[in-house]
């Protein structure tokens, strides 16, 4: 008994499927970089630009491997609801022995010993006709959603990888401007130091600009510590060992254009709500909701149809057996409260879809409309933040002449340093603000994820 087991054990190991392959898999070649001088997280680098991250995102991310397993389990309900169609084989080996007393049809008691042996197969057919091809229907059309949802999970996990690469270039370009400044105050203390040296400068100047020093080399360690964390949510979405450092080969920060301007509004809605792959999803799941819904209206009056077929040997042993066939069809009906309370369930299930459809909707529509304002909002601020710079670059130049000459204090050089910092901080800001609500909208009407990484 104990070998049977064994091998029943070993043979059932051999049909186990594999187990799930969750391995991201290797990253792809990138393009010699050089990273930018900071402390690496871990031993390793990798250069990446945003076309890599909506590449990257869409295919590794978690929640995209998470939405496959979905499919898959919805192409395995499609698959057993089509099998639920068909009949079943059912071999038999019957053996029955009785031995005590029975009662003839005639009432009289008889004291009996008797055996029989049963050998065959036969082929049976239950099938609710209405319920069955309403569950087949069904089960198709969430797998047409689960597909649909597929590709929304996609780009939605592109996107948000985009975002924490525009998370990325933001900590990137704040660090540079945290070196450049902490060179300005340290290029001013030099001069402070030299002057004091030669007894030529105030004590309370030379303070003022050892501490803009100081303070110019606190905000590069909490620049180079933005810039790690922002590499490691990347590494997150990409999954990536998050010891590799991952930073922007190109740190320029530059305005993309995925949307036309002056394309009206309305269009835009109704390109959103014609592509977005969410509402096909939501419209395929009411479809789906609606079909069960309309057979509980039906199902308990149908019949169920009942067929069978058997053929085995009788008798009452293996030495005696004699063939015999049976076969059998109906139909059979069961009316029960059950199945007419089944109704009221699949009727809130099929207004719960309807509503979830229509949120999500509004939800796009909403997301085209308030990105769409973002956009135009965020083009001004960058042409605002950009004549600051140049107005504060200009500052700065007069300021330092006029400090040279002895006509302007310490103070307004570091004055003039630290607004220049603050409007290139502005315009990088605004720059990565209008790309993400560019972006955003790009998604929001539902175009192409690959489409969306320029920037």
Not at 54 to 70: D, M, P
Not at 155 to 165: I, M
Not at 342 to 359: T, Y
Request: hydrophobic content about 50%.
């Amino acid at each position: 008994m104990r070998r049977v087991l064994a091998i029943a054990l070993a043979l059932a190991g051999c049909a186990a499927p594999p187990p799930y392959d969750l391995d991201p898999g290797s990253l792809p070649p990138a393009a010699p970089a050089a990273p930018p001088d900071v402390s690496p997280i871990g031993d390793g680098w990798y250069p990446v630009d945003a076309a890599s991250v909506a590449l990257l995102a869409g295919e590794r991310g978690i929640a995209v491997r998470e939405q496959e397993a979905r499919l898959e389990a919805a192409a395995a309900a499609e698959k057993q609801a089509e099998r639920a169609l068909w009949p079943s084989l059912q071999p038999r080996l019957l053996f029955q022995t009785y031995d005590g007393r029975i009662q003839d049809t005639s009432g009289q008691f008889l004291d009996v010993d008797k055996q029989s042996l049963a050998t065959g197969a036969g082929v049976v057919l239950s099938l609710d006709v209405v319920e069955s091809r309403v569950r087949l229907l069904a089960a198709r059309r969430r797998a047409e959603a689960a597909r649909e949802g597929s590709e929304a999970v996609r780009r939605a996990t592109a996107l948000d990888g985009l975002e924490r690469y525009e998370d990325l270039v933001a900590a990137q370009g704040e660090l540079a401007i945290a070196r450049d400044v902490l060179a300005g105050a340290t290029a001013v203390a030099e001069a402070e130091r030299a002057r004091a040296r030669a007894d030529a400068a105030l004590r309370a100047d030379l303070l003022r600009a050892e501490a803009q020093e100081e303070a110019a080399k606190g905000e590069v360690v909490r620049a180079e510590a933005r810039f790690r964390e922002a590499s490691a949510r990347l590494a997150a979405a990409l999954r990536i060992d998050p010891r590799t450092t991952l930073f922007v080969a190109e740190a320029r920060a530059e305005p993309i254009d995925l949307v036309a301007d002056g394309t009206a509004l309305d269009d835009l809605i109704a390109e959103a709500t014609g592509a977005r792959p969410e509402l096909a999803e939501a419209a395929l799941l009411v479809e789906a909701a609606e079909l069960e819904e309309k057979a509980t209206r039906v199902a308990p009056w149908a019949p169920r149809v009942v067929a069978g077929y058997g053929a085995d040997g009788f008798g009452p042993n293996f030495g005696d057996l004699a063939d015999r066939e049976q076969f059998a069809v109906g139909l059979e009906w069961t009316l029960s409260f059950e199945r007419f309370g089944r109704r009221d369930e699949a009727r809130a299930r099929a207004h719960a879809a309807l509503v979830a459809s229509v949120r999500r909707r509004e939800e796009i529509i909403e997301a085209v409309v308030r990105n769409r304002e973002a956009v135009r909002a965020a083009a001004s601020g960058i042409e605002s933040a950009r004549r600051r710079v140049e107005a504060s670059e200009e500052a700065l130049h007069l300021v330092e002449k006029r400090e040279e000459s002895g006509a302007a204090l310490l103070v307004e050089v570091l004055l003039a340093q630290r607004d220049l910092a603050l409007a290139r901080r502005d315009v990088l800001a605004a720059v990565l603000s209008q790309n993400r609500a560019e972006r955003r909208l790009y998604f929001a009407l539902g175009r192409g994820a690959d489409a969306a990484a320029p920037g």
